[in-house]
């Protein structure tokens, strides 16, 4: 039933007859990436959780392609709030939680930048771990990792005040992304209520455009971080290419949002221009913003970005450094730990 006022047009439209097919082949597309995480998460040389935005996201695509290619052959569900709600709420957030995967690999470059040698590098300059000390050890030891006379032409001394710094900007990037997500939330859990209302449907016309004008800045703002880093010690073409490909992927679903969500409707399954559900509205929804996504899932998830980035299981967490095991803190916390190790013993 058409509504008596205009509200926010969703985004991508509603699924109509004529979205069976990309439905269909979008969950087969999302679905053929699962395979790639599951095969590394069973290999300890490159099992990582850093993409694992990327892993929730084909997952969470596989179930609305599948509930997009059922909405188009039920009229009843075509107009349901709830549902539609829900597609917009997830459709609207995915993006946004991979750009945060980058700067997860973002870290890693600065952070592995700051580490130099120790003594053991000098005596054994061919040791793929490189020091025994978890402050100056790339962040994990591979195969792959090489010495830092042959990554850089030099060894080059620790710089734990550079660390810290750079761990406490990537952290406040990470927090502003959160401000997207949640202007996002607020803005996409509440079209239900725009449909009724005007006062909401204007909330959540400025919610989510501040949401994805956040979202691109903060995207474009990394971008320029990663650009810089190409100058840093340990960073390969390869690590900014990458980077910089999921990033463009993200900026793309930004763009196209806010080149869209202007536009409004007085029904969700209105064909007028303008409504989400004309041919050419469609084809630039799947092409700018689902396969972007999937292209971005498909960089974090395809390549060994364990080996690539050197980033171990969890990549760059700690906030500090652990102290070095011959320090006086470490010996402590060795005789704690062998102390109730006796204890458990007895």
Not at 5 to 32: E, H, M, Q, R, T
Not at 59 to 81: D, M, Y
Not at 161 to 186: E, K, M, N, P
Not at 263 to 270: A, E, G, I, Q, V
Request: proline share 5%; with cysteine.
């Amino acid at each position: 039933m058409p509504s008596t006022f205009a509200f926010p047009s969703p985004v991508g439209g509603v699924a109509l007859a004529g979205d069976l097919a990309p439905s269909v082949l979008f969950a087969i597309l999302y679905a053929s990436l699962l395979p790639f995480f599951f095969f590394r998460l069973a290999n300890k040389q490159t099992r990582t959780i850093l993409g694992i935005s990327a892993v929730l996201t084909c997952v969470e695509r596989i179930v609305i392609f599948s509930l997009r290619a059922k909405q188009s052959q039920t009229p009843g569900l075509q107009t349901s709030g709830t549902l539609v709600t829900y597609m917009q709420a997830t459709i609207a957030l995915a993006y946004i939680a991979i750009a945060q995967d980058t700067v997860s690999l973002l870290r890693c470059l600065y952070v592995n930048s700051t580490k130099g040698p120790t003594p053991s590098d000098m005596d054994n300059l061919d040791s793929p771990v490189g020091t025994t000390s978890s402050s100056q050890i790339p962040l994990s030891p591979s195969p792959g990792n090489k010495s830092f006379s042959e990554n850089d032409g030099e060894l080059l001394s620790d710089q734990p005040r550079r660390r810290a710094f750079y761990r406490r900007w990537t952290d406040v990037l990470r927090l502003a992304f959160l401000v997207a997500t949640a202007s996002g939330i607020v803005g996409n859990a509440h079209y239900k209520g725009g449909i009724s209302s005007v006062s909401t449907a204007n909330e959540v016309m400025v919610t989510r455009y501040v949401s994805s004008g956040i979202s691109l800045i903060l995207i474009i703002l990394v971008a320029v971080l990663v650009v810089r880093a190409r100058r840093l010690p340990k960073v390969r073409p390869i690590h900014v290419i990458l980077i910089l490909a999921v990033l463009a992927c993200n900026a793309s679903s930004a763009i196209f949002r806010l080149s869209f969500m202007r536009n409004r409707t007085t029904s969700l399954t209105s064909t007028a221009s303008g409504s989400g559900n004309t041919l050419s509205e469609k084809v630039t929804f799947y092409i700018f913003h689902m396969f972007s996504d999937w292209l971005a899932c498909f960089i974090l998830l395809v390549p060994n970005i364990r080996e690539i980035f050197n980033t171990g299981m969890w990549g760059d967490w700690r906030s500090t450094d652990p102290p070095p095991e011959n320090s006086e803190l470490s010996k402590k916390k060795k005789g704690l730990y062998l102390g109730r190790a006796n204890l458990v013993v007895v």
